[in-house]
């Protein structure tokens, strides 16, 4: 049985104390990976590369060292914005990397062209993140919903199966966690991207080998905040998912 504290009028149970306890600990690491993104960044931003190369050069390179074409270099306001846009075929680069011949810009950048080359060579992880956009977008505008009617179902409306409204509810159970896979997949496209943007700098004499750190300093405090999402993501679910089942009083089953 959980525990349950009184304050006034409320009663929270024991469960909700740990839910909090790790939403806290999630926004603590989410706020450490955005400092070190922007520390990193700003660091290695102040370290011109011995190449001269900015961002956009950079970008240009990349595509027709890898045999790119079709796609298009954007500029866009603010720092650290950069993505790509493959529907609009166009890499947008930020303010602080278009025209920056930084460490960090070229590595931010090269990053970008990561993703091209993903979508290019048909990369698994990337084609299903693509594939589960649309999925995870219907899912989460029906999770709150199905929950809702598997309630009805269950305490109103009279049906054959008595578990229907329970199975109803995990529906939307199952659809709620897809945010939780789509955070999931996206690490490991994100690191590829990284490992490969390190790999072209420094084969298409970008960057030289000493320069690398830095690169690699500014990639790995980005995907710290891809995992931050992934922690946060499944702490939410889980979170649901218990809730859900109390609701029903499966919990204990």
């Not at 993505?83 to 278009?98: C, G, R």
């Not at 960090?104 to 990561?114: I, T």
């Not at 298409?204 to 980005?222: F, Q, R, T």
Request: overall charge positive; hydrophobic content about 45%.
């Amino acid at each position: 049985m959980p525990y349950y504290y009184g304050y006034g009028y409320g009663y929270y149970s024991q469960e909700y104390f740990w839910f909090l306890g790790a939403i806290l600990l999630c926004m603590l690491f989410s706020g450490i990976a955005s400092y070190k993104v922007k520390s990193s960044f700003e660091k290695y931003d102040k370290v011109r590369t011995r190449t001269g190369t900015t961002g956009s050069t950079a970008v240009r390179r990349l595509f027709q060292a890898n045999g790119v074409y079709g796609i298009s270099i954007g500029k866009v306001a603010g720092q650290l914005s950069d993505h790509y846009h493959p529907k609009k075929a166009v890499v947008n680069l930020s303010e602080s990397t278009h025209d920056s011949c930084s460490v960090a810009a070229v590595a931010v950048a090269a990053h970008e062209v990561g993703h091209v080359m993903q979508k290019q060579e048909r990369y698994w992880f990337y084609n299903l993140r693509t594939a589960l956009v649309p999925v995870v977008n219907v899912g989460t505008f029906l999770a709150i919903p199905l929950v809702l009617l598997g309630i009805l179902m269950e305490t109103v409306i009279q049906v054959s199966d008595p578990d229907l409204g329970f199975k109803v509810a995990m529906i939307g159970v199952v659809l709620y966690g897809g945010s939780m896979v789509f955070a999931l997949v996206t690490l490991p496209v994100e690191l590829d991207a990284s490992r490969r943007a390190k790999r072209m700098l420094v084969q298409e004499g970008i960057l030289y080998e000493d320069e690398l750190p830095g690169a690699s300093k500014v990639l790995s405090a980005a995907a710290m905040t891809y995992l931050a999402s992934l922690v946060t993501s499944m702490v939410y679910f889980l979170r649901f998912l218990f809730y859900v089942l109390q609701l029903f009083g499966r919990s204990r089953d």
